[in-house]
């Protein structure tokens, strides 16, 4: 149950991003799941490793979305879609 739920965090962190970065992106739920997972990880290793929060902390799933809505940004970017600076 444990990879359950981290998938279904991942994924709202990752539809929070999608949902705060203006413009519009052009992935799946696959690709969110993906982005989610990758932005938690990447803020939950720097904002430990920082000393910023504990594990289970509040400020992990802040620093989640933040993490995800930066990879989103370049990710966007790297692919050439202009629509996600308007």
Same mark, same amino acid.
């Given at each position: 149950?444990?990879?359950?739920?981290?998938?279904?965090? $991942? +994924?709202?962190?990752? &539809?929070?991003?999608?949902?705060?970065?203006?413009?519009? %992106?052009? #992935? *799946? @739920?696959?690709?969110? $799941? +993906?982005?989610?997972? &990758?932005?938690?990880?990447?803020?939950?290793?720097?904002? %430990?490793? #920082? *000393? @910023?929060?504990?594990?289970?902390?509040?400020?992990?799933?802040?620093?989640?979305?933040?993490?995800?809505?930066?990879?989103?940004? *370049?990710?966007?970017?790297?692919?050439?879609?202009?629509?996600?600076?308007?």
């Amino acid at each position: 149950m444990g990879i359950i739920s981290t998938l279904f965090v $991942c +994924l709202i962190v990752g &539809a929070l991003a999608r949902l705060l970065l203006p413009g519009e %992106q052009k #992935m *799946g @739920w696959v690709m969110t $799941c +993906l982005l989610g997972i &990758a932005g938690s990880f990447a803020a939950g290793y720097v904002g %430990q490793a #920082m *000393g @910023w929060y504990t594990v289970g902390a509040p400020a992990g799933w802040i620093a989640s979305t933040v993490g995800a809505i930066v990879l989103l940004f *370049g990710y966007s970017k790297l692919r050439g879609d202009s629509s996600s600076t308007r």
